[in-house]
């Protein structure tokens, strides 16, 4: 794929304007979709390109939609997880400040599909430019008759609203999402029912992310057919890997879904700056497994990545080179976790705590060798045991960390200091929760 799709945008002036936009083809999809389909065909062909979604589950988006009930008298709602707080994920961020349109034309066609007249953006609190952009796009979009009543004269209605969150992690998972638009603390819900049968204020209703929405249109204008032949069978199409950290040239790649996480990082960012070595990739975001420098030659999609020992989640890949305390990395990580944690499950509240304490004392130098196999005791403990997957979450980076760099971590107990700064610093930065 040498074409951008999701990114065509780029260095454009004015992209995310509703002039611009259509003077380069936007709404074309729209119109298409409401005058040549009905709206289980647009399911079928969703379900047929094999769009997976793409904000860290990996779900068919078609068999999603399907999981609708067939006959409802309750309304039907969708939800667009734009959340995006995700450590080293910055991909829907992107179509949201500069290419809203193609975002709300996926919204469009989708509510045709589902039966939907009202979505909700649900948009991370920390975007307040991006609201703005997307608040001024849906403007634009009803001033033009793309939303409100009779869209496109096709007789479907739809209004969208933007919901912006407070600042919570935790809203990234879709039932903590919905009970926040309902106006409660972000608790997710016990599953089933799932979503699709009991949702927002207990009706039908489908969440999917930004990313996911964004392809929709592609699907509907070059058909499913076209989309299957970008990347593997089992997950095909574009995709946006975020890299950050230790690369040349970091920033959001749309590359087909699979590239070589090799290629990533040294074709397309340039490797790894200053002569140093790499060290360790983190390739879907704080929450997954970590992949040492022996393990970066994986294709970059869904089974792939699971196949090696991780997961693609949301594609956020963060780049450590040999200059990097993977002790304190971890403590960086197992702290955002502690934070974010909603506190709703005892294993999670209490764990995710307790993992960030033991590692501040190996990061200060006054850990014990017994505290490795304790960090793996309070994951394994946590892990699958809670309503949401945050515990999961906090306790696979620590499990794969400790698994990986076993010597780093007990070198930092045989010496009484972290070995990559000053014994001082270590115990100031710990005291302190840095």
């Known amino acids: 794929m040498s ?5 065509r945008h780029r260095g454009i002036p004015d992209y995310h304007t509703i002039e611009v936009y259509e003077r380069h083809g936007g709404y074309e999809a729209t119109r298409k979709a409401l005058r040549d389909f009905q709206p289980g065909e647009l ?3 969703v379900k047929s390109s094999g769009l997976r979604g793409r904000g860290g589950a990996g779900f068919p988006t078609g068999l999603k939609w399907s999981f609708l009930p067939k006959q409802t008298e ?11 707080s995700e450590p080293g994920t910055f991909k829907d961020r992107e179509i949201i400040e500069f290419d809203p349109h193609q975002l709300l034309e996926g919204i469009i066609i989708t509510s045709y599909a589902i039966g939907c007249h009202k979505a909700f953006i649900y948009i991370r609190g920390e975007f307040f430019f991006g609201a703005k952009v997307l608040n001024r796009a849906i403007e634009e979009a009803r001033a ?13 209605d739809l209004d969208v609203v933007v919901h912006r969150g407070a600042g919570a992690y935790i809203c990234g998972e879709e039932t903590g999402l919905i009970e926040s638009i309902e106006g409660k603390r972000a608790y997710p819900r016990v599953k089933p029912p799932f979503p699709a049968t009991y949702g927002i204020f207990g009706s039908p209703t489908i969440v999917n ?14 058909g499913p057919a076209w989309f299957k032949s970008i990347g593997p069978e089992k997950g095909p199409g574009p995709k946006l890997y975020c890299v950050s950290g230790h690369v040349e040239r970091p920033g959001i790649y749309e590359l087909p879904m ?3 996480l090799r290629e990533i990082l040294y074709t397309h960012c340039g490797g790894i700056p200053g002569g140093r070595k790499l060290k360790a990739v983190i390739p879907g975001g704080s929450s997954v497994p970590i992949f040492t420098a022996n393990e970066i030659d994986v294709p970059m999609d869904f089974d792939s990545v699971a196949k090696a020992g991780s997961l693609l989640g949301s594609a956020g890949i963060i780049v450590m080179d040999d200059s990097t305390c993977m002790v304190r990395a971890l403590e960086v990580i197992s702290r955002f976790y502690h934070h974010e944690s909603c506190g709703q499950c005892t294993p999670c509240r209490e764990g995710t705590g307790w993992l960030h ?3 501040r004392r190996l990061e200060a130098g006054t850990g014990r060798e017994a505290d490795l196999q304790l960090l793996v005791d309070i994951s394994d403990n946590m892990m699958g045991n809670t309503v949401c997957v945050l515990a999961d979450a906090a306790a696979m980076p620590v499990k794969s960390f400790v698994s990986k760099f076993r010597d780093e971590f007990v070198e930092h ?8 700064r000053p014994l001082g610093e270590a115990r100031r930065a710990a005291a302190a929760g840095h």
């Open 209 to 222: 992310n930004v990313e996911t929405l964004a392809c929709v249109p592609h699907i509907v204008s070059r």
């Open 258 to 260: 699979g590239t070589p």
């Open 3 to 7: 074409e951008r799709v999701l990114l």
């Open 144 to 156: 033009k008759g793309y939303l409100g009543k009779n869209v496109f004269g096709s007789g479907l």
């Open 357 to 359: 304490k033991v590692l």
């Open 43 to 45: 399911v079928e062909m």
């Open 74 to 84: 309750k309304p039907v709602y969708l939800c667009v997880n734009a959340d995006e």
């Open 413 to 420: 107990v045989r010496l009484g200091r972290c070995p990559f």
